[in-house]
């Protein structure tokens, strides 16, 4: 009767211990600023990138892995870049620079992209799609889609947020 007790009462107590202990969670984690570093081709349909990425987290350590972005440039593929998992500590308000490496889409002719250097040039013709999957050490998480982010805004260092954007 005694183990009967005691197992009725943490069953009581433990939501209400868990509700008393709840933070907004990965709500609170920001982006405070993307950069592009550097970006070399390799051959003619290869490329290593190197990203910076500031990331504020005052929740628990987590992990991004699976992590792969599209450009696309007037609506057409134009690169995918794909990178290892990624550790953001808990408690840590850091930059991160992240190495990627992508491949041109086949068909794409890069020599398309000399216009940019033109007086009528937009950044805005060149969009981004990221996806990754954030993760506790106990295997825990979500996939993240983020979806024509465009290059003006990540050259600018403006951060892009979209609650809808992100998937379940």
Request: net charge negative; with cysteine.
């Given at each position: ?5 005691r197992?009725?009462?943490l ?23 993307v ?17 910076e ?9 987590f992990e991004l ?48 992209l ?19 999957r954030?993760s ?15 290059l ?17």
């Open positions: 009767m005694k183990l009967f007790a197992i009725l009462l069953t009581l107590l433990l939501p209400l211990l868990l509700s008393s202990c709840k933070s907004r969670g990965f709500q609170d984690i920001e982006i405070t600023s950069r592009l570093v550097s970006i070399v081709p390799e051959g003619f349909s290869n490329v290593t990138a190197v990203v990425v500031g990331v504020r987290n005052p929740t628990v350590a892995s699976q992590v792969e972005a599209q450009a696309r440039f007037q609506g057409e593929p134009a690169l995918t870049a794909t990178s290892e998992t990624i550790t953001i500590p808990k408690h840590s308000d850091a930059v991160y620079q992240i190495p990627l490496q992508g491949r041109l889409a086949e068909g794409f002719n890069p020599f398309r000399l216009r940019l250097l033109g007086d009528e040039a937009s950044f805005d013709d060149i969009t981004f799609d990221v996806r990754c954030a506790l050490r106990s295997g825990f998480g979500r996939n993240i889609e983020l979806l024509d982010i465009p003006s805004a990540l050259l600018r260092g403006m951060q892009t947020k979209n609650d809808e954007q992100i998937l379940e």
